[in-house]
């Protein structure tokens, strides 16, 4: 059974940085393309970047473009979102999202395994 399980998350001050961590358990993170996305209160759910099986793609939403990393790491079966200069906007719940699909992308349509999130709050 494939589990996604994200940590990281935390209380920090506008400009500073938290890394999130997407660990996937029950196969192999070397077949999935990942997502991560995130639901602040009264919004809807938004993409927030996207990285493919191999890692030779990766996209971001321009919200958070140039201030957000998209990273993987097979051996560890781990993916990363390294988040810095992070502004009040950036608070949300976040979570990461699995396809065996080839393409990835932001629509949450494409995924079909989710993690339960992780809480990130921006504010002085």
């Known amino acids: 059974q494939l589990q996604l399980v994200e940590s990281g998350g935390g209380y920090v001050q506008p400009g500073g940085s938290l890394r999130l961590s997407c660990a996937i358990s029950g196969t192999t993170l070397e077949h999935y393309g990942i997502g991560w996305f995130r639901q602040a209160p009264g919004k809807e759910r938004e993409g927030v970047s996207c990285?493919?099986?191999?890692?030779?793609?990766?996209f971001y939403a321009d919200s958070v473009k140039g201030r957000f990393t998209i990273s993987r790491d097979n051996a560890k079966n781990t993916v990363y979102l390294q988040m810095d200069s992070l502004e009040p906007e950036d608070t949300a719940i976040y979570y990461c999202?699995?396809?065996?699909?080839?393409?990835?992308?932001?629509?949450?349509?494409?995924?079909?395994?989710w993690g339960q999130g992780t809480q990130v709050t921006v504010s002085s």
């Open positions: 990285i493919n099986s191999s890692g030779s793609f990766t």
């Open positions: 999202a699995a396809t065996q699909r080839t393409i990835v992308s932001l629509l949450p349509i494409t995924y079909d395994y």
